[in-house]
């Protein structure tokens, strides 16, 4: 597995110059997507809806709006 490229605009071009807030999206060689994000597991897990389930292995991270937002323009639709 492989990192195959960037979705959406880099940290820097959404403003992060510090490398301190720096979420991003990444598509992968096997068609995943891998996301860095803040780690949130402990503040989210009891929150999750009855149908949603975490692996132990899992953890829920959070990225901001502008992230998601400048990245679906090169979400592909297949």
Partial sequence: MKIVRRIGASPRERGSVS?????????????????????????????????????????IVVISRETLLRAKADIPDA
């Fill in 19 to 59: 490398g301190q807030t720096c979420p991003d999206i990444f598509e992968l060689s096997d068609g995943n997507f891998a996301v860095i994000g803040t780690e949130a597991t402990a503040d989210l897990d009891d929150q999750l809806p009855p149908d949603a389930g975490r692996a132990d292995y899992e953890r």
